[in-house]
């Protein structure tokens, strides 16, 4: 691990180690917004205790400055040996003092902010926490379900998979048995690149319906047909040479493991009309 030039110079030049409380995350990916970053930064490192962002820019490049209240819980979220992976880059994570210094530099801009979820307790809460991405049709037989996702975390380029050819109807082809060898590997498949989204009922879809020659049904419609077979929806899609996976899950453990870790307190009987989508490689 590359250890900022301050630590180097003040630290290990003196042959000892100094106590920190910051940590620096570089190698962002450009295309990800400053809130996005912010809210996956909460949901990586709030397992370890209190703490706060800052954002610095310096030209197109940013350096997160994650800062604890303690420096033990600083060592703790250093030394994780899971690793970090943020809208499909690792990233490093090094101990720093440059939280401060760049935070009054000219050349710099710098964002103070922590933006927990931990107030979030609803569904409705938390849609209202992401804006919408891609608004259409799931579709299922003879059947359509207006709805639209909200991109909860992972790389926001691969959306454009889904806006490709202005891709306004999904077509749910197979099925994914909910059993814990399969949620498995759909969870390894997470660590490369993927898009973890919340699909919610929607309105408007009027056109798609009837180019489609199509019958309207809600969400909920979706969800308990998907319960019933116990199963994920699978729709299968291409971008290149490449070919993508996207799960549509309704509502159940494995579900709400994953939104738990986006919102701790988020009530599993929030909501009953939702569906979680998960974009992951073939």
């Known amino acids: 691990m590359v250890m900022d030039d301050y630590y180097r110079k003040h630290d290990y030049a003196e042959g000892r180690s100094r106590e920190y409380r ?36 310096n030209g197109p490049d940013r350096i997160a400055f994650v800062n604890f209240k303690y420096p033990e819980t600083a060592r703790d979220a250093k030394h994780d040996k899971s690793g970090m992976i943020l809208f499909d880059r690792k990233r490093s994570r090094s101990p720093s003092a440059a939280a401060e210094e760049n935070g009054s530099s000219k050349r710099s801009r710098t964002d103070d902010s922590v933006q927990p979820l931990e107030h979030v307790r609803s569904i409705a809460d938390l849609a209202k926490c992401f804006p919408s991405q891609w608004s259409g049709l799931l579709c299922l037989k003879n059947s359509g379900f207006p709805c639209r ?78 319960n019933q077979k116990e199963a994920a929806g699978v729709i299968l899609l291409e971008r290149g040479s490449n070919s993508w996976v996207l799960h549509v899950f309704p509502p159940c453990d494995f579900v709400s493991g994953i939104l738990t870790r986006v919102a701790p307190k988020l009530s599993a009987d929030s909501a009953k009309e939702f569906l979680v989508a998960i974009l992951v490689k073939n």
């Open 149 to 226: 996702m909200h991109l909860l975390n992972g790389d926001p380029s691969l959306l454009d998979i889904l806006q490709e050819g202005d891709k306004k109807v999904l077509r749910i082809t197979q099925r994914l048995r909910l059993d814990k060898a399969r949620l498995d590997e759909v969870e390894k498949r997470m660590r490369g690149p993927y898009c973890l989204m919340l699909a919610t009922p929607s309105s408007g879809a009027e056109e798609l319906i009837e180019s489609g020659g199509l019958q309207s049904r809600p969400v909920k419609n979706l969800l308990t047909y998907l």
């Open 22 to 57: 910051s940590i620096a995350i570089k190698n962002i990916n450009r295309k990800v917004p400053d809130d996005v970053l912010r809210d996956a930064l909460y949901r990586e490192f709030h397992k370890y205790g209190e703490f706060n962002v800052k954002i610095t820019h």
